[in-house]
């Protein structure tokens, strides 16, 4: 349910990065604003990782093979990865090297048509914030629908950005119009180092919080016949998956089906109740321990 969400949500957002990725574009060549340019470049790179993003997360439902036998859920943070990537070295990198030579220019910059691109920005704002509502509004986003709902949210201030840069350009500050393309690439190059950062520790088996460690013992342990439990270890399979492997140590003077069973209810009673999609569990027959009289 949360995938289909997360796929319609995706859906939407492409096509409305095309439709303002065209809009920017013509009107920065009829008014030579260099924030619009700025704001072309970010929503063409935006289409680009949107598209990423949506392939990754229907290619994620796949299910589990001989290959990837814990499924493939880990693209989302691949195609998140590859994200970043083109946000630092293909948008922000252009950016600042087409905006901050115009901050030394002497020349002046020659604009046109300030109205139609003031109202250019405007609505692309309007139209910007359709998919983030939807994204605001949904229970749970997986991790591309999480990378694209922040990347709305650096859309809005981008586009705000690009707006007070005309703004000033219209009162008859030009530098207004190079700083505010350096705004933008800067906030495109934060969000990638934050996107390839988290994406990254993903990839490499980020463990969870120990506080859900501690909620999958205290659920192992609340199981009639679990005598202990030890070496729980537990890592991200992707995202909002993760996998627990823990040894539980049940009476050695149980049958075998009767362990089975027990451990059965362990694995059922920790996806059921956390975030631990996949549990194996090990049994560890023990003697159990005569109370002193």
């Not at 995706?10 to 920065?28: A, D, E, N, S």
């Not at 350009?169 to 906030?187: C, E, H, K, N, Q």
């Not at 969000?191 to 192992?220: Q, T, W, Y």
């Amino acid at each position: 349910m949360k995938d289909s969400e997360d796929i319609t949500s995706l859906k939407i957002t492409v096509g409305i990065y095309i439709i303002i990725f065209v809009m920017k574009f013509v009107v920065y060549l009829l008014s030579g604003v260099m924030a619009l340019l700025a704001e072309a470049l970010h929503t063409l790179s935006d289409l680009f990782v949107s598209g990423f993003l949506l392939v990754a997360t229907i290619y994620s439902r796949r299910r589990a093979d001989q290959a990837h036998q814990y499924g493939h859920a880990r693209i989302q943070n691949v195609a998140a990865l590859v994200a970043a990537t083109l946000f630092i070295s293909f948008t922000s990198f252009e950016l600042y090297k087409e905006a901050l030579p115009r901050l030394f220019r002497s020349e002046e910059a020659s604009y046109q048509n300030l109205p139609l691109a003031v109202g250019t920005l405007l609505l692309s704002m309007l139209i910007a914030a359709a998919p983030l509502v939807k994204f605001l509004t949904q229970k749970k986003r997986g991790a591309a629908a999480k990378a694209q709902m922040l990347e709305l949210v650096n859309d809005e201030l981008g586009l705000l950005a690009a707006l007070l840069g005309t703004l000033g350009i219209i009162i008859g500050w030009r530098l207004a119009d190079p700083l505010s393309a350096i705004f933008v690439a800067t906030i495109i190059a934060y969000n990638a180092i934050g996107l390839f950062r988290e994406n990254m520790s993903m990839l490499l088996g980020r463990a969870p919080d120990p506080d859900e460690i501690a909620i999958v013992k205290l659920l192992a342990l609340s199981v009639p016949g679990v005598l202990g439990v030890q070496d729980i270890r537990a890592e991200y399979i992707g995202p909002d998956v993760i996998h627990a492997d823990l040894h539980i140590m049940v009476d050695a003077g149980l049958t075998v089906k009767a362990a089975d069973q027990i451990a059965e209810t362990v694995v059922q009673r920790v996806d059921d109740a956390t975030i631990f999609d996949m549990c194996t569990v090990q049994l560890e027959a023990v003697e159990p321990t005569v109370p002193k009289e």
